[in-house]
């Protein structure tokens, strides 16, 4: 904080458990990461290289080293995870993964028939020797999961060893969580809350008008992913009352107080 201004929500430093941020790299340069971190490295607490960018990323190793000197955690998109089981090559997968030494999964099955209990197990199994971060949802527009199977695969996913489970949206914003206009399914998300801990999940939030939403309705505290690199900066004014969107949500007074 450059001044000490009164009034605005604590936010904890990290490495924090609530309050996260996860921005999503979607085939950053070096010299792109380097201005990245420079700027947002206190306010990032996950970047996730999308989809299956990780597989043809340009000095992958190098910029995965720039992100762990700046206190920022990495892992790959939920999509490679997929596309290597797909394929019946999950050792494959650890084997990549032990390669580019990564601590942190994800698993998913947002484009992929996977069994809920074969997916668990994998959770189950990556979970001794990786921190686990489980998507439930799925990429495709027009699937529907009745609001009380999101809260038992999200139920059975913590149980079985994820860290924090993520709320499908895509990079779009458009599906899973969230309508196909984008505005946040209202019901499905009150319905997730009054049964899932909201610490215990990361919901993407592409827009600014989603991430605003949360804040409004979960505070400066909420969990937000997929946010864009440039994102990371306003995102955080959003957070602290510091842009109109959520300027009354913690500073509830209009009275202008003239101090001459």
Known sequence: ????????????????????TMV??????????????STGDHYTDFVKLGFGTSLITKDLAKKLQIYKEAGIKTYFGGTLFEAFIVRGMFDDYLRYLDKFKMEYVEVSDGSI???????C???????????????????????II????????MKKELEAGALKVIAEARESGTVGIYRPNGNAHVALINK???NVPAHNIIWEAPKKS????????????VNLGNI??????????????????TFHKFFNSTDVKLNF
Do not use: C
């Open 24 to 37: 999503m790299d979607k085939g950053l340069s070096l010299n792109e990461v380097l201005d990245m971190v």
């Open 113 to 119: 028939h996977l069994a809920h209990d074969e997916k």
């Open 210 to 221: 989603q991430q605003a939403w949360f804040i409004q309705l979960l505070g400066s505290h």
């Open 228 to 245: 864009a690199p440039e994102d990371i900066i306003p995102l955080e004014t959003l957070r602290l009352g510091l842009r109109g969107d």
């Open 1 to 20: 904080m450059n001044y000490n201004l009164p009034g605005l929500p604590e936010r904890t430093s990290k490495p924090r458990d609530k309050g996260l």
């Open 146 to 153: 009745h609001p009380n199977n999101w809260i038992i695969l």
């Open 192 to 194: 997730i809350l009054q």
């Open 121 to 143: 197990k994998l959770i189950s199994r990556m979970a001794k020797n990786y921190t686990v971060l489980s998507e439930v949802g799925s990429k495709e527009e027009g699937v």
